[in-house]
């Protein structure tokens, strides 16, 4: 799944010039043994297996790791030490919630009854050692604040990215961090506002993220409230700062709007090419500028409706 996005072509490329296959091979059967030969070699030879934690039941001290393609058995099972590492805000009270959990994550994420290898762990392997590492990592400022402690209760199931859509858009590497979409752009910010100011602006508001959580958090309303303290904190950049200043401004007055808007088609309609697709905007690298149309939507308005 990570790398569903890569076609078969560039992963035939890649393993033949990492792993020695075949040149030019494609067909996805021989790659994934391909694949499957080469890393059987590196979790039989592994002295430590680390895995994630989906969900960790305080009743019964046990944890669950859900994955599809059974890597984190294989890589559970082989060596004697097991580390997992357990962001703290995955604990459930009682066995008898899990369930909930567990049908939740996977018909979210991608519609199936339950996820194919949900595996309880209870304790090390024969003559094995298990370590559970707690993450904080943020997580207890989260929790303090009244405005983003709901997104703790976020279960990684991806229904707000899949329905984002400008993460479905942009993809995931262009949020340059390893949570994108509605809840990346909400933890990252947290994480480090300074460094990730622009990702709440990302979004355009359109609701549909809050609308599919399963654990009802108000993605949009937080991913507003960012930028207000992103503001308040003056994190934002100074140059869109001022712009905002400017548009504000215009946006107050409907004369001057309507007057900044024609005047924007008419520049961008006589413009050169070369005044958007330059090397210096990057905007432009991957993207057409629709043509502007000849009239404004209250232009029409009024042509057609009357005054
Ligand atoms: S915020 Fe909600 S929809 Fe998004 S990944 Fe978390 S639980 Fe799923």
Same mark, same amino acid.
């Given at each position: 799944?990570?790398?569903?996005? @890569?076609?078969?072509?560039?992963?035939?490329?890649?393993? *033949?010039?990492?792993?020695?296959?075949? =040149?030019?091979?494609?067909?996805?059967?021989?790659?994934?043994?391909?694949?499957? *030969?080469?890393?059987?070699?590196?979790?039989? %030879?592994?002295?430590?297996?680390?895995?994630?934690?989906?969900?960790?039941?305080?009743?019964?001290?046990?944890?669950?790791?859900?994955?599809?393609?059974?890597?984190?058995?294989?890589?559970?099972?082989?060596?004697?030490?097991? @580390?997992?590492?357990?962001?703290?805000?995955?604990?459930?009270?009682?066995?008898? !919630?899990? %369930?909930?959990?567990?049908?939740?994550?996977?018909?979210?994420?991608?519609?199936?009854?339950?996820?194919?290898?949900?595996?309880?762990?209870?304790?090390?392997?024969?003559?094995?050692?298990?370590?559970? &590492?707690? &993450? !904080?990592?943020?997580?207890?400022?989260?929790?303090?604040?009244?405005?983003?402690?709901?997104?703790?209760?976020?279960?990684?199931?991806?229904?707000? +990215?899949?329905?984002?859509? $400008?993460?479905?858009?942009?993809? /995931? *590497?262009?949020?340059?961090?390893?949570?994108?979409?509605?809840?990346?752009?909400?933890?990252?910010?947290?994480?480090?506002?300074?460094?990730?100011?622009?990702?709440?602006?990302?979004?355009?508001?359109?609701?549909?993220?809050?609308? $599919?959580?399963?654990?009802? @958090?108000? +993605?949009?309303?937080?991913?507003?409230?960012?930028?207000?303290?992103? &503001? =308040?904190?003056?994190?934002?950049?100074?140059?869109?700062?001022? +712009?905002?200043?400017?548009?504000?401004? &215009?946006?107050?007055?409907?004369?001057?709007? /309507? #007057?900044?808007?024609?005047?924007?088609?008419?520049?961008?309609?006589?413009?050169?090419? #070369?005044? $958007?697709?330059?090397? +210096?905007?990057?905007?432009?690298?991957?993207? !057409?500028?629709?043509?502007?149309?000849?009239?404004?939507?209250?232009? #029409?308005?009024?042509?057609?409706?009357?005054?």
């Amino acid at each position: 799944m990570p790398a569903i996005h @890569i076609k078969k072509e560039d992963v035939g490329e890649l393993f *033949h010039r990492e792993l020695g296959t075949a =040149a030019g091979a494609t067909d996805p059967t021989y790659l994934t043994e391909a694949a499957r *030969h080469r890393l059987r070699e590196k979790f039989l %030879g592994a002295e430590a297996g680390i895995t994630g934690v989906n969900f960790a039941v305080a009743e019964t001290g046990g944890f669950v790791v859900c994955t599809n393609e059974g890597n984190s058995d294989l890589g559970t099972s082989l060596p004697k030490l097991h @580390i997992a590492s357990m962001g703290i805000e995955k604990l459930v009270p009682r066995l008898a !919630d899990l %369930g909930v959990f567990l049908r939740l994550l996977a018909r979210s994420a991608t519609g199936q009854p339950i996820t194919a290898y949900s595996t309880h762990y209870h304790g090390p392997r024969r003559d094995g050692e298990l370590h559970i &590492v707690l &993450v !904080d990592n943020g997580r207890s400022r989260l929790l303090g604040s009244d405005d983003f402690r709901s997104s703790l209760r976020c279960i990684r199931c991806a229904a707000c +990215l899949n329905t984002c859509p $400008v993460y479905r858009r942009s993809g /995931g *590497h262009s949020y340059g961090v390893s949570i994108a979409g509605p809840i990346g752009s909400i933890l990252n910010t947290e994480r480090d506002p300074r460094r990730h100011e622009s990702l709440p602006y990302a979004c355009s508001l359109c609701g549909s993220c809050g609308d $599919v959580c399963p654990v009802k @958090i108000d +993605l949009p309303n937080q991913l507003l409230t960012w930028r207000k303290h992103l &503001v =308040a904190r003056r994190l934002t950049p100074g140059s869109k700062r001022r +712009l905002m200043r400017v548009l504000g401004k &215009v946006l107050r007055r409907p004369r001057l709007y /309507g #007057w900044a808007g024609r005047f924007a088609r008419t520049v961008l309609r006589r413009a050169p090419r #070369w005044v $958007v697709y330059n090397r +210096l905007n990057a905007w432009g690298r991957q993207r !057409d500028l629709p043509a502007p149309p000849q009239e404004s939507f209250r232009e #029409w308005y009024r042509r057609n409706r009357g005054a």
